[in-house]
C-alpha cells in the first residue's frame, strides 16, 4: 500500500518570500511523485512530477520540488511567492506498476501581500 | 479541448433519493477515475476504467455506489439512495493511457448536498 502526508494544514507566506509545502511519502518500491494545486470551485491541476533522474524537478508557475529519498520526502518550494499562489496544494504517490494515484490530505497556502 | 466536463455543478437531494452525476472525459483519454473529497477524508479514489472497464472499485463505499462507463465518451456515478453523509465535491479526472504519462485531468466538480 502507499501513503502520502502533509503534516500542514496551512502555510502562510508573505509574497515575495520563499516558500516550502512539505511532504512525506510511503511506498513499497521506487515512487512516484506528484503536485497538484487546486484554486477555489476548481478541479485539481498537474504541477509536476517525479519519476526518476534528477532529485529536484520544475514544474509550472515556477513551482519546484526535490525528491529526497533517504527521507521518503518530497517537498513544494518556491523561490518568491506570489499572492496568485494562495490555492490548496496536493501531494500524491504511486507505485510503479499499478494506476492509482493516492493523494494528501492537501495543504493550504496563503500568501499575504 | 474542453477538458473533462462534469455535470451538474451542483446537486441539492433529499436523503434516499437517486442521484447521477456525469463525466465526459477528454477525447482519447483511455482512464476516467472518479474521486470525492471531503474536509475529513481529503480526496478519495472511488473507482477507475480503462477503457470502459471497471479496473479497481475497492474504493467504492457500499452497494448504494455504482459507476458505469457505457462508451469512450461518457461515465456516470449513481447513489441510490443517498444519504446526508454522501454530501461531498465528486470529482472526474481522465489521463492517456501507459504507466509513463501521470499527467491527470480533472473536472470543476459536482458538489453534492444530501439533505
Known amino acids: 500500500a502507499q501513503s502520502v502526508a502533509q503534516p500542514e494544514d496551512q502555510v502562510n507566506v508573505a509574497e515575495g518570500n520563499p516558500l516550502t509545502v512539505k511532504c512525506t511519502y510511503s511506498v513499497s518500491g521506487n515512487p512516484y511523485l506528484f503536485w497538484y494545486v487546486q484554486y477555489p470551485n476548481r478541479g485539481l491541476q498537474f504541477l509536476l512530477k517525479y519519476i526518476t533522474g534528477d532529485n529536484l524537478v520544475k514544474g509550472s508557475y515556477g513551482f519546484e520540488a526535490e525528491f529526497n529519498k533517504s527521507q521518503t520526502s518530497f517537498h513544494l518550494k518556491k523561490p518568491s511567492a506570489l499572492v496568485s499562489d494562495s490555492a490548496l496544494y496536493f501531494c500524491a504517490v504511486r507505485r510503479p506498476g499499478f494506476q492509482k494515484l493516492v493523494f494528501g490530505t492537501g495543504t493550504r497556502l496563503l500568501v499575504s501581500p | 479541448d474542453a477538458g473533462v466536463i462534469q455535470s451538474p455543478r451542483h446537486e441539492v437531494t433529499e436523503m434516499g433519493q437517486e442521484v447521477t452525476l456525469r463525466c465526459k472525459p477528454i477525447?482519447?483519454?483511455?482512464?476516467l477515475f472518479w474521486y470525492r473529497q471531503t474536509m475529513m477524508r481529503g480526496l478519495e479514489l472511488l473507482i477507475y476504467f480503462n477503457n470502459n472497464v471497471p479496473i479497481d472499485d475497492s474504493g467504492m463505499p457500499e452497494d448504494r455506489f455504482s459507476a458505469k462507463m457505457p462508451n469512450a465518451s461518457f461515465s456516470t456515478l449513481k447513489i441510490q439512495p443517498s444519504e446526508p453523509r454522501d454530501s461531498a465535491v465528486y470529482f472526474c479526472a481522465s489521463s492517456l493511457g501507459s504507466l509513463v504519462n501521470e499527467k491527470l485531468f480533472f473536472g470543476s466538480g459536482t458538489q453534492l448536498s444530501v439533505l
Open positions: 477525447s482519447g483519454h483511455d482512464y
